[in-house]
């Protein structure tokens, strides 16, 4: 209890209500059984459509449990038309654990693994690689189409290639020693020299330029301006007018005036006596022209040129460099890359004698040149470098896979990063698509790794039903070669895959998931309600699997099991089948439904139009719609079979006359109401339990006062808990009444709940037993409605 110790206010949260119970689940089924494909060992897979579990665990088609029917499989595939039944007649949840028997030689030893391989194995530098499917099934024999992309790259754009890259160089001829520079134009300084380095020796150029400049004559000191004196000038082609002030008595003052008003050039004092007008360019491309104005020194129009080798110091031209470069006689050329429009320096030899080095001077700083070496390449072809590590540095491929990539030069037109596109499309013709795919560990979409053997989660196992099987470690460019070969795109198909053997109740065959191992996956997962195994009864070991189903729902205590006849099986088969059976945990069904085959095609007369299913797949849906519309204590009968065409046999009212008492729910036609389900029993001779809504209805409430009364347990075994229990249990039991689940006038009738000392000993208290007695009255359906009909005479009286 709290404590208070302190002087406060204490506000406290306190129930003053019983503990409610929420009604648990009743619609959610479990199918055990053979499929073309999906997981087995694993924890079964819940899907809410057919469409879901055509994508996990295959289609329609027909299944083959022998090596000899592999190529024109006739076993109907009774788990798949079960599911899409069990949907068609109002289910929406349903589990599926899967069963898988391998095939054996004679000698017992697996003869196939049912897993399909692709019939490429890939000798990657002696590194076996293969695809393969993750799990046993005819429904992945399918194809891998594998598909090159070549996304173009520049010099620029390589750094942002992710780790693991692989880059295709195409180079046919052979290639020059090139630098790469910086983006043109250039500012330089005056003197500021180039030496390059080739094969042939060093060979040294100059940057040279100066500003045009024009000088007035001698003026006297001071100065006299007169008024409205206009100084008219052009620099760098701008025609400039500048209005010289009265008052500026020297030259010095006159020249710093000037400067505050002159665009693309300076004014500047020689000697103490001349004012010079100058421009801002330095180079062959400078021009000064000035008016003739006698007060500043200039007694008539004058002009002037830059001098130098270049138009303009400041922004020296790619082809300027190459003119200096030629007039040196140097063996180099000076380009622009065209991707990047950076400078280009390259030697006019070709291949690996090929060198060009730019020394340490200011230019090479300028032109923004690098310091290493550049070599020249021989005509390799095509060649793959794959990038191992960040930085320049990073790049490792050529023809001896060694060679650091020099990423100060351009690569050659037509390079590009090299990744793959996977589709992927099995036998049901599902198909994944995997882009932007890596050939290296490296890389963060690496084949490995969307494909993996052993993927970290479920979800991609079951969405990528193929894996890569690689043993050892694989080159990139091996890989590359081994999937593609010469080629951009290749399929690869996978075979062997199959459906097994006929499934069993138990099996010792290595990697087997019998009907025994499949149910036992089951009994993790706490919300199903209904089990079935469409089609077990098609099989050599049914009597076997059907008990085993059974014990699985009376060993589980919250299940029913709904249980087929054999196929084609006569009026008496069924009463001698249904007579080694006394259950109360399951339910008989008779005869199998005839549907259309959706695998039928006009013209084929090999594969008949209609065929025979077993009734659970329609009886769980049933069951599933029954619990919705109306309520898990309703009676699953008198409902409509959706999908059914007719049934293998028609039952008469005399021959149901004959199964009913026995236990064996019929499916019959009537006349302008359809198929139905006609029976509502268990398989069990207990008058008590009877029908299957009153096993069902009490699975209902023994689970929901189970999952919702655990609270009880530790708590203090005394009449409040008393108390408490029973309010809770009667505020359930009074909403059932309610809802119309119990009979009974009202809810004194329809039910009672006793917890305390007449249900307790001291020995139940010693010993922690909390005992509570709980009576329903139950609903039992109409199963026969009795109309007595007399006659009356006309006064007579009722």
């Known amino acids: 209890m709290p404590e208070y110790l302190a002087p406060g206010v204490y506000v406290e949260e306190v129930s003053f209500r019983p503990k409610s119970i929420e009604g648990v689940g009743t619609s959610t089924t479990a199918f055990v059984g053979p499929t073309r494909k999906g997981p087995l060992t694993e924890t079964p897979v819940m899907v809410t459509s057919f469409g879901e579990f055509e994508r996990i665990f295959g289609g329609?088609?027909?299944?083959?449990?022998?090596?000899?029917?592999?190529?024109?499989?006739?076993?109907?595939?009774?788990?798949?038309?079960?599911?899409?039944?069990?949907?068609?007649?109002?289910?929406?949840?349903?589990?599926?654990?899967?069963?898988?028997?391998?095939?054996?030689?004679?000698?017992?030893?697996?003869?196939?693994?049912?897993?399909?391989?692709?019939?490429?194995?890939?000798?990657?530098?002696?590194?076996?690689?293969?695809?393969?499917?993750?799990?046993?099934?005819?429904?992945?024999?399918?194809?891998?189409?594998?598909?090159?992309?070549?996304?173009?790259?520049?010099?620029?754009?390589?750094?942002k290639a992710p780790l693991?890259?692989?880059?295709?160089?195409?180079?046919?001829?052979?290639?020059?020693?090139?630098?790469?520079?910086?983006?043109?134009?250039?500012?330089?300084?005056?003197?500021?020299?180039?030496?390059?380095?080739?094969?042939?020796?060093?060979?040294?150029?100059?940057?040279?330029?100066?500003?045009?400049?024009?000088?007035?004559?001698?003026?006297?000191?001071?100065?006299?301006?007169?008024?409205?004196?206009?100084?008219?000038?052009?620099?760098?082609?701008?025609?400039?007018?500048?209005?010289?002030?009265?008052?500026?008595?020297?030259?010095?003052?006159?020249?710093?005036?000037?400067?505050?008003?002159?665009?693309?050039?300076?004014?500047?004092?020689?000697?103490?006596?001349?004012?010079?007008?100058?421009?801002?360019?330095?180079?062959?491309?400078?021009?000064?022209?000035?008016?003739?104005?006698?007060?500043?020194?200039?007694?008539?129009?004058?002009?002037?040129?830059?001098?130098?080798?270049?138009?303009?110091?400041?922004?020296?031209?790619?082809?300027?460099?190459?003119?200096?470069?030629?007039?040196?006689?140097?063996?180099?050329?000076?380009?622009?890359?065209?991707?990047?429009?950076?400078?280009?320096?390259?030697?006019?030899?070709?291949?690996?004698?090929?060198?060009?080095?730019?020394?340490?001077?200011?230019?090479?700083?300028?032109?923004?040149?690098?310091?290493?070496?550049?070599?020249?390449?021989?005509?390799?072809?095509?060649?793959?470098?794959?990038?191992?590590?960040?930085?320049?540095?990073?790049?490792?491929?050529?023809?001896?896979?060694?060679t650091p990539l020099n990423t100060s030069t351009p690569l050659p037109a037509g390079s590009a990063l090299i990744l793959m596109n996977l589709e992927s499309r099995d036998a049901d013709n599902t198909v994944r698509v995997y882009e932007d795919v890596g050939f290296s560990p490296l890389h963060p979409r690496w084949i490995g790794s969307v494909m993996a053997q052993r993927p970290s989660r479920r979800s991609e196992a079951l969405q990528n039903p193929y894996a890569l099987q690689v043993e050892g470690d694989v080159h990139p460019f091996d890989l590359r070669q081994g999937l593609l070969g010469s080629g951009t795109s290749r399929d690869i198909t996978l075979r062997g895959g199959n459906d097994g053997a006929e499934p069993t109740n138990t099996s010792t065959i290595p990697e087997a998931v019998a009907y025994t191992d499949a149910l036992k996956l089951l009994e993790s997962i706490d919300d199903i309600a209904i089990v079935a195994a469409p089609g077990y009864s098609d099989t050599a070991q049914y009597s076997a699997i059907q008990q085993s189903l059974i014990a699985h729902a009376e060993n589980m205590r919250y299940r029913i099991a709904v249980l087929d006849s054999p196929p084609g099986v006569d009026m008496q088969e069924v009463r001698e089948i249904r007579g080694a059976i006394d259950t109360t945990y399951a339910a008989y069904y008779y005869p199998w439904v005839m549907v259309s085959n959706p695998l039928s095609r006009p013209g084929n007369d090999r594969i008949p139009q209609e065929i025979a299913v077993p009734p659970s797949g329609f009886v769980t849906g049933i069951y599933a719609r029954n619990d919705v519309q109306r309520g898990v204590w309703k009676a699953p009968a008198n409902e409509v079979v959706r999908g059914a065409i007719r049934l293998e046999r028609e039952i008469t009212q005399a021959q149901q006359q004959v199964l009913n008492?026995?236990?064996?729910?019929?499916?019959?036609?009537?006349?302008?109401?359809?198929?139905?389900?006609?029976?509502?029993?268990?398989?069990?001779?207990?008058?008590?339990?009877?029908?299957?809504?009153?096993?069902?209805?009490?699975?209902?409430?023994?689970?929901?006062?189970?999952?919702?009364?655990?609270?009880?347990?530790?708590?203090?075994?005394?009449?409040?808990?008393?108390?408490?229990?029973?309010?809770?249990?009667?505020?359930?039991?009074?909403?059932?009444?309610?809802?119309?689940?119990?009979?009974?006038?009202?809810?004194?009738?329809?039910?009672?709940v006793r917890c305390d000392r007449s249900t307790m000993t001291q020995d139940d208290l010693d010993n922690g037993r909390l005992i509570c007695l709980i009576g329903v009255a139950v609903l039992k359906p109409a199963e026969f409605v009795i109309f007595r009909i007399g006659q009356k005479t006309a006064d007579a009286r009722a």
């Open 60 to 159: 329609l088609e027909n299944l083959s449990f022998s090596a000899a029917a592999d190529e024109d499989p006739q076993k109907t595939n009774y788990m798949a038309h079960a599911v899409r039944a069990f949907f068609d007649n109002g289910g929406s949840r349903l589990y599926i654990a899967r069963t898988f028997v391998p095939r054996t030689d004679g000698g017992g030893a697996v003869s196939s693994t049912g897993i399909a391989q692709s019939d490429l194995v890939v000798n990657a530098g002696g590194v076996r690689v293969r695809l393969t499917a993750r799990m046993p099934g005819s429904g992945l024999n399918g194809r891998v189409t594998v598909t090159e992309k070549a996304v173009p790259v520049t010099a620029a754009t390589l750094d």
């Open 661 to 752: 008492p026995l236990g064996v729910n019929c499916l019959r036609f009537f006349p302008g109401r359809g198929f139905r389900v006609w029976g509502a029993r268990t398989a069990s001779s207990d008058p008590e339990w009877k029908y299957v809504n009153v096993r069902r209805y009490f699975i209902f409430l023994e689970h929901s006062i189970d999952r919702s009364t655990q609270w009880v347990v530790f708590e203090p075994n005394g009449e409040r808990l008393w108390g408490n229990v029973r309010a809770t249990v009667s505020a359930f039991l009074y909403n059932q009444w309610v809802s119309g689940a119990l009979l009974g006038a009202g809810p004194e009738e329809a039910y009672f």
């Open 164 to 402: 693991g890259s692989l880059l295709r160089l195409q180079s046919t001829t052979p290639q020059a020693a090139v630098l790469m520079g910086g983006s043109p134009p250039f500012s330089l300084n005056d003197g500021d020299q180039l030496t390059l380095t080739t094969a042939a020796g060093s060979v040294s150029i100059s940057f040279h330029g100066h500003p045009a400049e024009i000088q007035g004559d001698v003026v006297a000191d001071p100065v006299d301006v007169p008024a409205d004196t206009v100084l008219r000038v052009t620099l760098g082609g701008l025609d400039q007018a500048v209005p010289i002030p009265a008052g500026l008595t020297t030259l010095t003052d006159l020249a710093a005036f000037l400067n505050t008003r002159l665009r693309r050039g300076y004014a500047r004092v020689e000697g103490g006596t001349r004012l010079v007008l100058g421009t801002d360019v330095r180079g062959t491309g400078a021009m000064v022209t000035v008016s003739a104005l006698a007060a500043l020194g200039f007694g008539a129009d004058q002009s002037a040129v830059g001098t130098g080798n270049v138009a303009n110091l400041d922004a020296v031209t790619v082809a300027e460099i190459d003119a200096l470069l030629q007039n040196a006689g140097m063996a180099v050329r000076a380009t622009t890359d065209p991707a990047t429009g950076r400078l280009l320096l390259s030697t006019t030899e070709t291949g690996t004698s090929a060198a060009l080095r730019a020394e340490e001077t200011p230019a090479r700083t300028a032109l923004g040149l690098p310091a290493e070496e550049a070599r020249g390449r021989a005509a390799e072809g095509t060649v793959y470098y794959v990038r191992r590590s960040p930085g320049a540095s990073g790049w490792v491929g050529g023809s001896d896979r060694a």
